[in-house]
């Protein structure tokens, strides 16, 4: 083949993004470009989940394309291509197309081939994407740990201390702390009048 695209399943949005191509021309203007699941070889593969292929992709009543696609098929010549599914634990995680010039017909083996790509393609999305989650909910359980310090930190200092004006500064300080980049005031109401008690973090305007 002389173009290769890996596209990547967004599911919020419904739609393949590519995410690595490579071939005789210059591959980075297919990275970000979409289809949507029924959209072309890949996206065909997909809505079938099985392999596809179209000795032209411009005269297969079949394929539907995107007018990017039609004209990156037009300026490339590459009008013959195949796709298929990228899964793993039944899952659905994107696909991989493979074109060439009109008329390319792909044998059976060939796509067994290409099948063996594809699993190898889906075994490193499913990767990256577990690593992304396990780093998240590693994040979220960091955060979590540190606002419990804090909120309890904070209520030592309230039950410890009669000061009113320390224990002020230390609820200002605290907001801050646990949201970080921010500023806080604490104001309370005298004579029908507002007075700043406690002020803490980088001020912009109040």
């Known amino acids: 083949g002389r173009r290769s695209v890996l596209y990547q399943l967004d599911p919020a949005q419904g739609a393949l993004i590519c995410v690595a191509a490579a071939g005789e021309t210059d591959p980075r203007k297919w990275i970000g470009r979409t289809l949507a699941v029924g959209e072309g070889i890949a996206g065909r593969a997909v809505a079938e989940g099985r392999a596809v292929w179209s000795s032209d992709l411009l005269d297969d009543c079949r394929i539907r394309l995107p007018e990017w696609a039609v004209q990156y098929a037009q300026e490339e010549g590459y009008r013959s291509a195949v796709g298929v599914p990228l899964t793993a634990g039944g899952m659905v995680l994107g696909a991989l197309a493979l074109g060439d ?98 002020e803490a973090g980088t001020h912009g305007p109040s």
């Open 101 to 198: 010039t009109t008329g390319r017909v792909f044998s059976e083996q060939e796509v067994r081939l290409l099948c063996a790509f594809a699993d190898q393609a889906s075994l490193a999305l499913e990767n990256a994407r577990l690593y992304a989650q396990e780093q998240s909910a590693r994040a979220q359980a960091e955060t979590s740990r540190h606002r419990f310090g804090t909120l309890a930190r904070l209520a030592q200092a309230i039950t410890s201390s009669l000061e009113l004006q320390e224990v002020l500064d230390r609820v200002a300080s605290a907001a801050t702390d646990l949201l970080s980049d921010s500023s806080a005031r604490i104001w309370a109401v005298e004579e029908n009048r507002l007075f700043l008690r406690s």
